[in-house]
């Protein structure tokens, strides 16, 4: 994978990734293994739509981006990161 392509659990290091350092306290991130999602804006599984994925998995105090909820989403890092990489749907 292009670097310029890298995954939301490559980025934020949140370790919920497959055998993720985190999978034991928070289980596995849906992002890292919801195969509908995969190829979007070039990403693995919803790892670079995670905050379409997520959005239905909130995990409360989970490490990375899915601590904060959906709402908290286009404030992420991340998520700038996809979109200034790529034209983004967003919708209303």
């Known amino acids: 994978m ?4 890298l995954n939301c659990w490559e980025v934020m290091e949140c370790g919920r990734e497959l055998r993720g350092k ?3 306290l928070f289980g596995v991130c849906p992002a890292a293994t ?3 999602a995969n190829g979007i804006h070039n990403g693995k ?3 670079r739509c995670c905050w ?5 998995y909130y995990v409360k105090d989970a490490p990375g981006c899915c601590a904060s909820g ?4 286009v404030e992420c890092d991340f998520y700038r990161m996809v979109e200034a990489s790529s034209e983004l749907l ?3």
């Open 2 to 5: 292009k670097n310029g392509n």
């Open 22 to 24: 985190n999978v034991d």
């Open 34 to 36: 919801d195969d509908r």
């Open 45 to 47: 599984n919803g790892g």
């Open 52 to 56: 379409v994925v997520i959005s239905a």
């Open 70 to 73: 959906y709402n908290k989403c």
């Open 90 to 92: 967003l919708l209303p």
